[in-house]
């Protein structure tokens, strides 16, 4: 086996030649991440130990933190081995950390992808600090299925995370500099409230935990009484937001909602609905200048018909398939309004033709 190196700025031609059989491989050197992708052609390419080794001297030499093997198809059972003996992991839950370092160089096809970590340093770091929060969340999120989080933001030093509580959003935000630093923001441009502070030896997975979940409670108790008397409807409004989009329907459509559950209860069942993917909206335009709206949520149904100042709204409490055959009659209607417009521009046709 033979392997040539091209180099072209950024970009790296890596040729393995194995025979009469020849591979070719693209690095892609992101020295401001600082990552190495290699990436081969279809993703049909062979892994070999010698490779392997090969990209990672190419990683370490350039001095990248990362190295990414990416979009490997069909991968064989002793490749596989390949990859964990040189000490690779699989990209899989983690692949929005990955998209959110470098989604200029990373393309993660939903194959299958590898990475390794060369040096013990900022990213890998933060990689495990990510994997401590998001076990953190999951761990919350069941005690409260209203809770909701995901990560915004990843830049050299820095990682946010959009937290809804309790009524409340807010930005967790970890900082890796000499030293860690985790905080709570509310709002942009307000002094943030720190969690935790230290060195990089002394964080630990427990600390992390134990000072999440004091901060935690901390909403909890100052939102308790607020919540009885204002109850939360983040889920309620985000749930009907993906259901339908004129204002006002989407208006009338919660006023109905609200009239068959209690407010904290709805608050809990939309969040649920949402989390479960039990939520779905289609829209369709009609031939005659309008459009059906078609949500499902839970058991139940909407149905929006807009026709040029007309607008009508129905619902379907735990009956979606009323909601199916009502949006199938509005459609015949619609197509057989069509039929008799085309019939009448032919017969006008025929009369100016045999006049």
């Known amino acids: 086996m033979s392997i040539t190196i091209v180099e072209k700025g950024e970009l790296i031609d890596l040729h393995v030649k194995n025979g009469e059989k020849e591979d070719v491989y693209e690095l892609y050197y992101a020295k401001e991440e600082p990552l190495l992708v290699v990436r081969g052609k279809n993703g049909q390419h062979e892994v070999t130990e010698e490779l392997l080794k090969k990209c990672i001297d190419i990683g370490n ?25 040189k000490g ?8 929005v950390w990955f998209r959110k370092i470098s989604y200029e160089y990373l393309q993660l096809w939903h194959k299958t992808n590898f990475f390794l970590f060369l040096k013990n340093k900022t990213w890998k770091i933060m990689y495990d600090l990510h994997k401590c929060i998001m076990r953190h969340m999951h761990e919350e999120e069941k005690e409260d299925i209203t809770f909701e989080y995901r990560l915004s933001h990843i830049s050299s030093n820095l990682m946010n995370y959009l937290v809804y509580y309790k009524g409340l959003n807010f930005w967790l935000n970890i ?26 030896e002394e964080i630990t997975e427990t600390k992390i935990k134990e000072n999440l979940h004091h901060f935690l409670k901390k909403i909890k108790e100052k939102q308790r009484i607020k919540n009885i008397y204002n109850p939360p409807t983040h889920h309620q409004e985000e749930m009907i937001k993906e259901l339908i989009r004129p204002m006002e329907s989407r208006v009338q ?20 609905w949402r989390k479960e993917k039990k939520v779905e909206a289609h829209r369709y335009p009609l031939i005659e200048e309008g459009t ?47 039929k008799k417009r085309q019939q009448e521009s032919i017969n006008h046709l025929k009369k100016l033709r045999f006049s």
Not at 325 to 330: A, D, F, T, V
């Open 61 to 85: 030499e350039y001095s990248c933190e990362l190295l990414v093997f990416e979009n490997k198809v069909n991968v064989k059972k002793e490749e596989m081995d390949l990859f964990y003996q």
């Open 88 to 95: 690779f992991q699989q990209v899989n839950e983690d692949e």
């Open 175 to 200: 900082h890796v500099k000499k030293e860690i630093l985790i905080d709570i923001n509310q709002k942009r441009g307000m002094k943030p409230d720190n969690i935790w502070k230290g060195t990089k």
């Open 253 to 272: 459509l919660l006023d109905w909602i609200k009239t068959m559950y209690q407010p904290l209860e709805l608050e809990q069942i939309c969040a649920r």
């Open 292 to 338: 059906l709206h078609i949500g499902f949520f839970g058991p139940h149904a909407v149905l929006l018909y807009e026709h040029e100042m007309k607008k009508q709204q129905f619902y379907f409490k735990n009956k979606q398939q009323g909601a199916i055959e009502k949006y199938e009659e509005i459609l015949k209607k619609d197509l057989e309004e069509e």
